[in-house]
């Protein structure tokens, strides 16, 4: 007796370069109220290596000692509490950034507790590093001060980087055998809806190196790489083949989509392609609108595969509005991305 295909096994063929049984859906979160309930085809741990703080305003405190403030009209989303930021002189780093330390970790207990939800015959588990590196010298410093250490202090934001490449290394060598991912995540938001916010020459020389030491742990295992970076940062798109990332998400509408996937096929996988800033990405979408739109985005990306979907909606998570549109972007994925392939023959 054949068993069916699992999200999984239909998750891995689509990274293997073949057409899936049915379009994934990677990333986002189901409707709570979906009838169906399918599995998550892929499952994010992020190991819990110190206790969690709490900020004043409610959000977290991360390692480096920056404070978040969650926002209501983002669903609970967190960005780094506004006119508190704690470095103000990159050259300064060492006296400032105290990462609490790895000694002593038990490192086995560490991933099975971080693991121990994931039911590995139904979804792949993915794993990466702690956090990036553009982002945190953004989130100490904020933008101006930290675009301009980029460009004024590129020794000093190098030394800075490889401290957290080395740190991001003690604990990835120390955990990635006991997790067993199969897809390492790499995150590094870098491009505004626009463009990048630094040249692709900084990238390459201030950047590049650090991701790629970390990048080296999937290379060295032969795991397939998941770049997230929102924005329209498809200039970037070579160097990170380089690293052996082949999928990306969220993959927007501000790039070159079909172009993208016109020149690299299923071997540069697209998870995302949904126009969040669209009629369909408003609050208050009619449900015709919001459903032509899942239609749309599975038509574009999804035929001959290297596509996973991947939609999002905004706002207070108890809203009628909010919970109707996540309704009918699940339900319509449900109906339609579900049976694209068979319908294509």
Same mark, same amino acid.
């Given at each position: ?18 057409e899936?049984?049915? !379009? ?20 994010? $741990?992020?190991a ?17 000692? !920056?404070?978040?403030?969650p926002?209501e ?5 967190e ?10 002189? $990159?050259?300064?780093?060492?006296? !400032? ?28 588990v ?14 100490t410093?904020?933008?101006?001060e ?5 460009q004024?202090?590129p020794?000093?934001?190098m030394?800075f980087?490889d ?9 990835i ?12 995540r ?8 626009q ?14 190196p650090?991701?790629?030491?970390v ?27 380089d690293?052996? !990332? ?6 927007? $509408?501000s790039?070159?989509?079909a ?25 208050g979408?009619?449900?015709? $609108? ?11 990306y ?26 009918w ?5 449900n109906?339609y ?6 319908k294509?023959?």
């Amino acid at each position: 007796m054949t068993m069916p295909m699992t999200e999984r096994e239909n998750l891995l063929r689509v990274i293997e370069g073949k057409e899936p049984a049915w !379009v994934p859906r990677k990333g986002t979160l189901q409707h709570k109220e979906d009838p169906e309930n399918h599995p998550y085809p892929c499952v994010d $741990v992020r190991a819990e290596l110190f206790p969690p703080k709490k900020g004043p305003s409610g959000g977290r405190i991360d390692m480096f000692g !920056v404070e978040y403030s969650p926002t209501e009209d983002t669903g609970g989303q967190e960005l780094p509490t506004p006119n508190r930021f704690i470095l103000d002189d $990159v050259r300064k780093w060492k006296d !400032v950034i105290k990462l609490p330390s790895l000694d002593g970790m038990d490192w086995r207990a560490i991933a099975d507790k971080a693991a121990a939800h994931i039911d590995r015959t139904q979804s792949c588990v993915q794993m990466g590093a702690p956090a990036g590196f553009f982002m945190p010298l953004m989130n100490t410093m904020g933008f101006t001060e930290g675009l301009c250490a980029l460009q004024e202090e590129p020794e000093a934001v190098m030394e800075f980087y490889d401290h957290l490449a080395t740190y991001y290394e003690t604990a990835i060598s120390n955990l990635i055998d006991y997790i067993k991912p199969d897809i390492f995540r790499l995150s590094d938001d870098i491009a505004t809806a626009q463009r990048p916010f630094i040249s692709l020459e900084t990238y390459r020389n201030v950047i590049k190196p650090f991701t790629s030491r970390v990048a080296k742990f999937a290379m060295d295992r032969g795991l397939p790489v998941d770049m997230h970076c929102c924005g329209r940062c498809e200039d970037f798109i070579e160097d990170w083949r380089d690293m052996g !990332v082949n999928i990306w998400n969220p993959a927007q $509408v501000s790039n070159d989509l079909a172009g993208i996937k016109k020149k690299y096929g299923n071997s540069f996988i697209l998870t995302g392609c949904w126009n969040s800033q669209g009629p369909a990405g408003w609050y208050g979408a009619e449900e015709e $609108v919001v459903r032509q739109a899942v239609r749309d985005c599975i038509d574009s990306y999804a035929p001959g595969g290297g596509f996973c979907f991947w939609a999002s909606y905004y706002g207070p998570s108890d809203d009628p509005e909010v919970i109707n549109h996540a309704r009918w972007i699940t339900d319509e994925y449900n109906k339609y991305g579900r049976t694209f392939y068979q319908k294509q023959g």
